[in-house]
C-alpha cells in the first residue's frame, strides 16, 4: 500500500524487487524516503532473502535527493526529511539481507548514494551516475563520502568528488563503481537475480557479520552524530550562497527543454 513503490517477489528466490515511482524523475522526497525506510525494516523483520532497487522510469533511476526539499525549505519539514534520509542510508547500507540495483536510468547524486549503498549494481548502458553534489555548490556529507569508499578507491573517490563527476555506464564499470552492464532493464533484473545465487551456499550469519565488519562502523559513526549532521546540514543548505546555487541549478534544469 504504498504511494512511490511498487513490491514484488521473485516466485523463483523469495528475493523482492523494489520499484520506486515517483515521476517524473524519482525525486527522493520526504514521503518516497519514509516509505523507503518502512520497507527496508519489514524485509528485515520478515528475514527476507534480499532485495532489488530498481525504477518504473525506462531513463532515470532517481535524479537522487528532491531540490524543491533544499529551496527554500521550512526548517521543521528539512529535519524530517534529512532523518528519513539518514533512517534509510543506515538500513539499507547496513541491511542484514543482500541487496542488488538494477540501476535503469540516471543516477546522479542521491541515486547513486543509494545504489552504492546496496552490495552489488548492474547499469543499463548509456546512463550517467555519480555524486555531483559540488556542481550544484553543495557538499556531499561525510557519510556519502563514506559509502563510495567502501565502493571505489581513494584516488577516484577524490576525483570524482572535487569535481562532481557523472560517469557513464562504462566508465562507471572501468572504476567498479558499478559491477556489471546491462543491455535493458530485463538484463539488469535478470543479472542483478543472478548475484543472489552466490549466496546459496554461504551460511547468512557469516555473510551478515563480514557486511557489519566492514560498514558498521560507519553506521556507528552516523547514528553518534545524527543530530549534528541534521543541523550542519540546515545551516549549510540555508546559506544564501547555496540556495543561489540550487535557484541557478534548477533554471538550468527548466531551461534544457526551451
Ligand atoms: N529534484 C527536483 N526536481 C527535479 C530533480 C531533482 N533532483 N531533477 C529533475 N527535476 C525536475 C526538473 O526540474 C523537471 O521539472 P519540470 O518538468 O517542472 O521542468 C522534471 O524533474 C524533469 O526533469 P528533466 O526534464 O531534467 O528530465 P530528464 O529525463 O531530461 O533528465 C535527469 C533526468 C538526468 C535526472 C535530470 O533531471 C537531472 O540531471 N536532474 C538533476 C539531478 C541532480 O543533480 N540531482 C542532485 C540532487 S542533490 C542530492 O541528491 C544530494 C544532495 C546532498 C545534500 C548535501 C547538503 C549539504
Redesign the pocket.
Known amino acids: 500500500n504504498y504511494k512511490c513503490l511498487d513490491l514484488s517477489v521473485n516466485d523463483d528466490n523469495n528475493v523482492t524487487t523494489v520499484t520506486m515511482k515517483r515521476p517524473?524523475?524519482n525525486?527522493l522526497n520526504l514521503e518516497l524516503l519514509t516509505e523507503l525506510s518502512d520497507v527496508l525494516t519489514d524485509l528485515k523483520k520478515n528475514k527476507s532473502p534480499g532485495m532489488i532497487l530498481t525504477s518504473y522510469s525506462d531513463?532515470?533511476f532517481t535524479?537522487?535527493?528532491?531540490?524543491?526539499e533544499m529551496h527554500k525549505p521550512d526548517p521543521e519539514r528539512f529535519k524530517q526529511f534529512w532523518c528519513a534520509l539518514q533512517d534509510v542510508w543506515m538500513k539499507l547500507y547496513g541491511s542484514p539481507f543482500p541487496t542488488a540495483a538494477a540501476i535503469n536510468g540516471?543516477s546522479?547524486?542521491?541515486g547513486c548514494l543509494l545504489s552504492m549503498c546496496c552490495e552489488y549494481r548492474v547499469m543499463v548502458k548509456n546512463f550517467n551516475i555519480g555524486l555531483?553534489?559540488t556542481q550544484?555548490g553543495?557538499?556531499?556529507?561525510i557519510w556519502f563520502i563514506k559509502t563510495m569508499l567502501n565502493t571505489i578507491s581513494i584516488r577516484n573517490t577524490e576525483l570524482a568528488l572535487t569535481t562532481g563527476r557523472l560517469f557513464k555506464t562504462h566508465e562507471a564499470l572501468e572504476i567498479g563503481l558499478i559491477d556489471e552492464m546491462a543491455t535493458d532493464k530485463a538484463d539488469a533484473l535478470k543479472k542483478a537475480n543472478d548475484f543472489f545465487k552466490r549466496f546459496e551456499m554461504i551460511p547468512p550469519i557469516a555473510r551478515v557479520y563480514t557486511k557489519d565488519s566492514l560498514r558498521g562502523s560507519d553506521i556507528e559513526d552516523l547514528k553518534k552524530n545524527r543530530e549534528k549532521d541534521v543541523q550542519t546540514?540546515l545551516s549549510?543548505?540555508t546559506q544564501p550562497k547555496v540556495q543561489q546555487g540550487l535557484e541557478f541549478y534548477?533554471a538550468l534544469?527548466?531551461n534544457?527543454?526551451e
Do not use: S
Not at 63 to 68: P, T, V
Open positions: 517524473p524523475v525525486g531513463k532515470v535524479a537522487g535527493l528532491d531540490i524543491m540516471h546522479p547524486a542521491g555531483n553534489e550544484l553543495i557538499v556531499a556529507p546540514t549549510l543548505i534548477l534544469l527548466k534544457k527543454k
